[in-house]
């Protein structure tokens, strides 16, 4: 199949991937047995058969659960060297990478050793990589900016903030005040905005947060005008086809807007959000929608360009890649 060797084959940035949720159940055990951590799971198969999400909370519930064997320094480098390793037999030439330090520090790690067990894995290669730190938007924005004042001492090893975890009811504007902050650091800016939650919550990460990126944003088609500026203003939207069918945003690929995103001249991305988790990788995703939705070789082109686009390299770094 020719459109599936130009798809797998083709050089791609992956710009939605949290570094927790490349956590597969054989490395969730081998962890939580290295460091004795008990599991509700007595086996990689009694947990991978507990991945049948409803919505997003319920995938949510099983996740923040796997990432407690994550202790050691070393427990970071292994998880984020798994995953540059996988995705660099996917041609992703480069990953911008999600953690959620909350989630750890909440357990008693250290920031420190989250980001340095994370970073020195992406300094190691083989692909290119940068790191953007999330805060968890079920928590307050007290703790966010805490969290921000954390990880100070290590702002050269990440480029940017992000928001996730539960969407409805935490609304963007909500971490105005950390966001700012981020801004006066020199971070980039994104949002997971418009995945379960309304277009309102698309425009105003865009006019409250002032973020560069929608992490999702596959609600906009609901509001016409909201999709005539993000198309205005070029504003990348980092989808994710896999996350969407299992946390049910659609009820079957071939529902899923991923083409009409496109048509309407919106720079969309394709990406695994949470790959051990939703049934795949980047490249899985890439295949899913493009069978179930008729995507061609134009769309393939798209996309992989649109990823190097909406990614915060530098313009000569872009250059090498479009
Ligand atoms: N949405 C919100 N929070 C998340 C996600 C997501 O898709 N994945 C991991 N944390
Ligand atoms: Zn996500």
Avoid at 128 to 146: D, G, P, Q, T, Y
Avoid at 298 to 313: I, V, Y
Wanted: contains cysteine; glycine residues 6%; proline residues 5%.
């Amino acid at each position: 199949d020719p459109l599936r060797n130009i798809v797998v084959g083709m050089p791609k940035a992956e710009l939605h991937i949290h570094i927790e949720g490349s956590l597969e159940p054989e490395l969730i055990f081998a962890l939580a047995q290295r460091n004795g951590v008990s599991l509700a799971y007595s086996s990689v198969e009694a947990l991978r058969a507990a991945y049948a999400f409803t919505d997003l909370q319920s995938f949510l519930d099983i996740y923040y659960a796997g990432a407690s064997v994550l202790l050691t320094e070393q427990d970071f480098y292994d998880m984020t060297a798994a995953y540059l390793a996988r995705v660099h037999a996917d041609n992703v030439r480069h990953a911008e990478i999600f953690f959620d330090p909350q989630t750890h520090t909440a357990r008693g790690v250290p920031i420190e050793t989250v980001i340095t067990g994370i970073w020195r894995a992406c300094q190691e290669g083989p692909i290119s990589s940068r790191l953007i730190m999330c805060f968890l938007r079920h928590l307050s924005e007290e703790e966010a900016i805490a969290t921000l004042e954390d990880a100070a001492p290590y702002r050269d090893k990440f480029i940017g903030v992000g928001l996730d975890s539960s969407e409805v009811g935490h609304p963007p504007e909500k971490f105005a005040r950390v966001f700012d902050r981020a801004r006066e650091l020199g971070l980039h800016l994104v949002a997971h905005a418009g995945e379960e939650g309304p277009p309102s919550y698309i425009r105003n990460a865009l006019d409250v947060l002032n973020v560069e990126r929608i992490d999702h944003g596959v609600r906009c088609l609901e509001d016409q005008l909201l999709v005539d500026r993000l198309v205005s203003e070029q504003v990348p939207l980092t989808v994710c086809p896999l996350s969407n069918i299992k946390l049910r945003v659609f009820d079957v690929m071939g529902k899923h807007n991923l083409r009409a995103l496109l048509d309407a001249g919106l720079v969309a991305t394709v990406n695994s959000d949470d790959p051990a988790y939703f049934g795949g990788y980047v490249n899985a995703n890439y295949l899913a929608a493009f069978e179930a939705l008729d995507l061609g070789v134009a769309d393939a082109k798209t996309l992989a360009r649109n990823s190097f686009t909406a990614s915060f390299l530098d313009p000569e770094d872009k250059r090498k890649y479009l």
